[in-house]
């Protein structure tokens, strides 16, 4: 007698089978990837605990860490604002407002391989100073910028929606750095831009120029044979004054306002305004530039903010005028680890030309807010300022837009389930100029400590996990969970312009998980462990954050803290 076959019955059976032998699959693929299980960062500087706010104040800077270059626009109610990202990935972070005091990051401009091509590019190449305009004409946000990387040089994308993303790339064909754009209320548009004087003409070191090109709307693409200089040097050219940069053209009462800032980024930085009748120029410097600096200040001044400069202007909720602007924040040893920050000040335009208020004095760390204006920064999903603790047990989705790669995409390296986030680790040393698996957050305050737990078993002494922080591939230290012959070790390294030492190691188990942390205040740094989470032991004593710094490391980022994975170690146990 003949059994007849039951085929829907079969066809579950196999189905069932197959999804088992994926998952076995994939936890296979996956038991060997560290598993962080938490992230908490505290911000701890003592500024704002002698500081408290009053109710009707918020703290600046708005953004802390490294978020310079900032530019804003505004539609209606609505104000957006990016800055700077370099070898960050995604890049170009971008803020969303109704008030200039509580700020969401809605995402990042540049979030696809195809428009972001910095996958070998060090840390402080990629995306320069980018500029964010809202054209009225056409109801489109434009997105102008310099990418460093990948042969494009300046480059424009755009979209109708900043919150629904943005357009692919379109490479412009000019030279230079830090262009921006300006729509007249006639319909025609201009790119200006930083460029280096023609050639034969460069007088000093550091000498460059303002140039102006129109702008094709149709093609986006300036137009061949209408670039002109406007501004050759500065304010002053027999002063020699360096890297007028930056520049962003206003138009008030007929009249068009060109701001740029001066003297490079640094102790000398400012911002200086010209005017002029026509947007092609000539233009004439005001007769009180600069309008905004720190440079004039006494060196040891208490809470103290320097740098400031590289500005973008924008009309309030209440009618009047503010402008954000990068400055810095240093630390007791007078060095730099939270990188350029993105500040904001309310402007006076009551007289002929814009003038910062109290831009020109010690920039304070506290502000009144807009009139009518709540603050609500760090609650309901609106950015932190201050101090304040972020915590990720890593079960959002999408994860946290805080987090960030570099040089390549966070989705190639990280999965995550509820037992946490699981980083695959790649073949890439930190030392190497290629993307990295090492899932990054900004450092944001001075003084801080920033805690993770990791579940890991190396197999080999080329098997690395743990926690980094990061200021450029030839500066970093790196604390993590490796192995040398058949025993596991957590080790200390501090690499210094590409060179590394061994500073501390010490066995561990790692059947179970392991509390790593850093502590830092001012310049001084901790590398602490934890076999339960709330007993902590030092490694390798305290050691100085100096090149974490852009006084020792150079560039132009601050540092990154990150969770870290690879299979190229070199931080071997001696």
């Known amino acids: ?27 296979k693929e996956t038991t060997n990837h560290p598993n962080f299980k938490q ?23 708005i953004l802390q860490g490294c978020y310079p270059d900032p530019s804003i626009t505004r539609k209606g109610d609505d104000y957006f604002l990016v800055s700077s990202s370099f070898a960050m990935f995604p ?38 100073a980018p500029a964010i305009k809202y ?47 300006f729509f007249d209320d006639d319909g025609k548009a201009y790119v200006i831009h930083n460029d280096a004087p023609d050639r034969g003409k460069e007088l000093y070191e550091g000498h460059r120029v303002i140039k102006i090109w129109e702008y094709d709307m149709e093609k986006d693409q300036v137009i061949s044979g209408t670039d002109q200089i406007i501004v050759d040097g500065g304010v002053d050219i027999t002063e020699q ?3 007028i940069e930056a520049p962003h053209i206003y138009k008030r009462d007929g009249i068009y306002y060109l701001m740029c800032a001066e003297g490079g980024t640094g102790d000398w930085h400012s911002e200086v305004i010209f005017t002029s009748n026509h947007p092609k120029g000539p233009y004439q410097p005001a007769d009180n530039n600069p309008i905004l600096s720190q440079r004039y200040l006494h060196p040891d001044r208490e809470n103290k903010v320097d740098w400031a400069g590289h500005a973008d202007l924008v009309e309030g909720p209440d009618g009047k005028h503010y402008g954000v602007f990068l400055a810095i924040r240093p630390n007791e040893q007078n060095r730099v680890n939270t990188g350029r920050e993105t500040f904001i000040l309310p402007v006076d335009w009551s007289g002929r030309y814009p003038v910062f208020e109290n831009g020109l004095v010690p920039i304070e760390p506290r502000l009144k807010m807009p009139e009518g204006v709540k603050n609500k920064t760090g609650r309901e999903g609106f950015f932190p300022n201050g101090n304040f603790t972020f915590k990720d047990d890593f079960q959002s989705t999408p994860l946290d837009y805080r987090w960030i790669g570099v040089r390549g995409p966070r989705e190639e390296f990280i999965t995550a389930d509820k037992e946490g986030i699981h980083i695959k680790p790649f073949a890439v040393n930190l030392k190497e100029v290629a993307p990295t698996s090492t899932l990054f957050h900004r450092q944001q305050h001075k003084h801080f400590t920033a805690t993770t737990s990791l579940l890991y078993k190396p197999s080999s002494e080329k098997d690395l ?18 192995r040398k012959g058949k025993q596991d070790y957590l080790v200390l390294q501090r690499t210094e312009r590409g060179s590394s030492i061994i500073l501390a190691s010490t066995p561990v188990r790692t059947d179970k998980s392991l509390f790593l942390q850093i502590t830092a205040k001012g310049d001084d740094y901790r590398f602490n462990y934890s076999t339960d989470g709330s007993t902590y032991h030092n490694l390798g004593g305290t050691v100085s954050g100096d090149i974490l710094s852009t006084d020792v490391a150079g560039g132009f980022t601050g540092s990154l803290i990150g969770l870290h994975a690879t299979t190229k170690n070199d931080a071997v146990p001696e």
């Open 241 to 243: 004054p360096i890297w």
């Open 135 to 181: 054209n009225p004409h056409n109801d489109t946000f434009y997105m102008i910028t310099t990418q460093i990387a990948g042969n494009i040089g300046n480059m424009v994308v755009k979209t109708k929606d900043p919150f629904k993303g943005w357009s692919e790339v379109k490479k412009l064909s000019f030279g230079g750095i830090d262009p921006s754009l």
């Open 91 to 128: 890049g170009v972070p971008i803020f969303h407002s109704n008030d200039l005091v509580n700020w969401r990051q809605i995402g990042h401009v540049l979030d696809r391989k195809s428009q972001l091509i910095v996958h070998d590019s060090g840390i402080s190449a990629g995306i320069y």
């Open 39 to 61: 992230f908490i960062y505290q911000g701890e500087d003592p500024l704002y605990d002698n500081n408290p706010l009053q109710p009707d104040e918020f703290y600046n800077p």
């Open 1 to 27: 007698m003949k059994t007849k076959m039951n085929l829907p019955l079969l066809l579950t059976a196999l189905s069932l089978l197959f999804a088992n032998t994926c998952l076995l699959a994939q936890k």
């Open 465 to 482: 996990a743990g926690i980094v922080c990061y200021q450029s591939e030839r500066f970093y230290y790196i604390f993590g969970v490796t």
